[in-house]
């Protein structure tokens, strides 16, 4: 009996059937993970419109609510930077008013600074700009040069800086690539510290390098803000 005609059978059966599986997973990684991302650019961009509102705080917040609630679920791991300054934001437009409510142009600061002499300080908004003051009440403030989420560690933050190149030399300037926290110091590796977020730069937003500092995993510039040419 010659079995090697049904043999190439049952091994091209084989090979079809693995074909549509290896396709299939690849389809789902590929759906799951791009998905991903665009639900999250969504949300973020979403999220910064209405921070960025003239609105009442209690009808900011009312707006914000349930798109961070999904910003959190879905995309804390992937922009934890940016999910610091929604966490901070929403954190603040819950804090009880007493009295009336702040002008709205105060809560869109959102430059959050923690007072260092109480152990029960409270982070509140700076009035002003939104890239906030630093503890010395200056105009200036830390960016971290590029990000460190998974699927984009080493991605630059700026135009006029990637990952690799030797830090930006003092007078830089630099324009952001997307939203970026700025910090009243360089955050270290873990879960940022929303205590020492002072504020955020736009998209497109200009800064000159007043200094540099060499962190775990990336570079980190203090920056002041600039008009952009």
């Known amino acids: 009996m010659n079995l090697e005609h049904p043999?190439?059978?049952?091994?091209?059966t084989?090979?079809?059937?693995?074909?549509?599986?290896g396709l299939?997973?690849?389809?789902?990684?590929?759906?799951?993970?791009?998905?991903?991302?665009?639900?999250?650019?969504?949300?973020?961009?979403?999220?910064?419109?209405?921070?960025?509102?003239?609105?009442p705080a209690d009808v900011k917040f009312a707006s914000m609510q349930r798109d961070f609630?999904?910003?959190e679920a879905k995309c804390a791991r992937i922009d934890p930077d940016i999910h610091t300054v929604f966490r901070a934001t929403i954190t603040h437009l819950q804090m009880p008013s007493h009295g009336s409510r702040l002008p709205a142009q105060q809560v869109d600061a959102i430059a959050i600074q923690a007072s260092a002499t109480t152990s029960n300080a409270v982070p509140h908004a700076q009035t002003?700009?939104?890239?906030?003051?630093?503890t010395s009440g200056e105009r200036r403030g830390w960016v971290a040069l590029s990000r460190r989420?998974?699927?984009?560690?080493?991605?630059?933050?700026?135009?006029?800086?990637?990952?690799g190149d030797n830090a930006p030399p003092p007078g830089a300037r630099l324009?952001?690539?997307?939203?970026?926290?700025?910090?009243?110091?360089?955050?270290?590796?873990?879960?940022?510290?929303?205590?020492?977020l002072q504020g955020r730069l736009g998209h497109g937003a200009?800064?000159?390098?007043?200094?540099?500092?060499?962190?775990?995993?990336?570079?980190?510039?203090q920056v002041s803000p600039v008009a952009c040419p």
């Not at 043999?7 to 091209?12: A, R, W």
């Not at 200009?206 to 990336?218: I, Q």
């Open 128 to 134: 002003g700009a939104i890239f906030g003051l630093s």
């Open 7 to 12: 043999t190439k059978i049952v091994q091209l």
């Open 175 to 196: 324009s952001a690539r997307r939203a970026i926290p700025v910090w009243l110091e360089p955050q270290i590796p873990g879960p940022n510290d929303p205590a020492m």
């Open 24 to 55: 299939t997973a690849a389809f789902s990684f590929y759906h799951s993970h791009i998905s991903t991302e665009g639900i999250c650019e969504n949300l973020r961009s979403s999220l910064l419109s209405i921070i960025d509102r003239n609105v």
């Open 14 to 21: 084989a090979a079809l059937i693995a074909i549509p599986v």
């Open 206 to 221: 200009c800064v000159e390098v007043l200094a540099t500092r060499a962190g775990a995993y990336r570079q980190w510039a």
């Open 69 to 71: 609630g999904l910003f």
């Open 149 to 163: 989420d998974t699927g984009h560690k080493g991605e630059p933050n700026f135009e006029g800086f990637a990952e």
